[in-house]
């Protein structure tokens, strides 16, 4: 009872003076979203939501340290974000494509030469889409406890593979093709890839709490991370992201994943042929659309379009969605592995349309 009593004291609000105008959304969207984490008895969970060029509504469910009762803060408590840190890497790389630094039909090796050549010739547009045919992971590499101290070290895992199938031929998800690209992108920025990341994207962008996931670190506002065993919450295990942060190393607020959307809206960041080029589903050689360009799935739901990405990590589950047309963007993270959606995502923003 008691600790029933500090979750809902601690849940945290915060909503701008111009939400009257969605209030009564804002009431039902937080009824869905409480009935959500109860039916799943999260630990925590953040939910940030834009519209009519502002966010309108972030508010944090349970806790990020479920021991010591400390609350979920939407503005503050950094998540893993998994593979939604692929769009934040696309960005980066769409800068260079913008600045005419590289082409995306580069093939792999004008950038990272140390990578092996393959069966067949591979570009950074065919590697950043899943149609390269670079596999993903096998056995428990998705629990490496292994610090990598460069982007090049992350290649080990697979770099000797052969392509599981002809480029262009097939889709297939790998975040290992994503630890390419941030070699491509350390390479062609002459500076390394995290660096890079902070100076050109989060920088600009006010991104200030989007940071690598250091797990020899003491990181402030970092969330405990959980598993569900045997019907309760555990710890989840000691792992180390170093080696694929451009897939799936990142940590970070919904509230940043808002300004990340936000600069989708205009093209003061990422210009209109960028965008659209990082952002139109490609297509396999037999003329079927992957739903996914580079580094953004696209996703259509009741008529409405959506790109973005979810991310499952260890000990975490995202979701962030941008819909262009009704400028809404939406972000919620979990501090769970394997938490189930259950569509809420399109839940939440088809309420938010249809005001």
């Known amino acids: 009872m008691k600790k029933h009593f500090l979750l809902v004291f601690f849940c945290v609000i915060s909503i701008s003076g111009f939400t009257q105008n969605f209030e009564k959304e804002i009431q039902q969207a937080d009824s869905i979203v409480a009935e959500f984490f109860s039916k799943h008895k999260l630990p925590g969970m953040s939910i940030s939501v834009y519209k009519q060029d502002r966010m309108i509504w972030s508010k944090g469910y349970g806790f990020a340290d479920v021991e010591n009762n400390i609350p979920v803060d939407p503005s503050s408590t950094l ?23 590289l082409e995306p039909d580069d093939e792999i090796q004008k950038w990272v030469p140390e990578f092996p050549r393959k069966q067949y ?19 428990d590499e998705f629990m490496s406890t292994k610090k990598y101290e460069t982007v090049t070290e992350g290649l080990v895992f697979f770099k000797d593979d052969p392509l599981l199938f002809e480029p262009g031929t097939k889709y297939q998800y790998s975040s290992y093709g994503w630890n390419l690209i941030s070699a491509v992108v350390e390479n062609a920025a002459q500076q390394p890839f995290l660096e890079y990341m902070e100076s050109e994207v989060f920088k600009p962008l006010d991104m200030n709490n989007t940071v690598p996931d250091w797990a020899d670190k003491d990181i402030e506002n970092r969330t405990k991370f959980y598993i569900w065993r045997n019907g ?44 659209k080029l990082l952002i139109t589903p490609q297509t396999t050689s037999d003329g079927k659309s992957t739903n996914y360009g580079m580094g953004y799935s696209i996703l259509q739901h009741a008529g409405n ?3 973005g990405h ?11 969605l941008m819909n262009k047309e009704h400028r809404i963007v939406i972000a919620y993270t979990i501090n769970r592995s394997g938490a189930s959606f259950d569509n809420l995502h399109f839940t939440i923003g088809e309420l938010f349309i249809s005001k």
């Open 79 to 101: 998540f893993r974000i998994g593979s939604v840190s692929k769009t934040l890497t696309a960005s980066g790389l769409g800068l260079l494509i913008q600045d005419d630094v």
């Open 121 to 139: 010739p591979i570009t950074i547009k065919q590697v950043s889409g899943h149609i390269a045919g670079i596999r993903h992971y096998r056995g």
């Open 232 to 275: 309760t919450n555990v710890e989840a295990p000691y792992v180390d992201n170093s080696y694929k942060w451009a897939g799936g190393g990142f940590i970070g607020t919904t509230e940043d994943l808002i300004k990340f959307g936000e600069a989708h809206f205009d093209y003061n960041f990422l210009d209109e042929e960028t965008q």
């Open 305 to 307: 379009y959506w790109i």
């Open 310 to 320: 979810s991310g499952g990590s260890v000990g975490g589950s995202t979701m962030f």
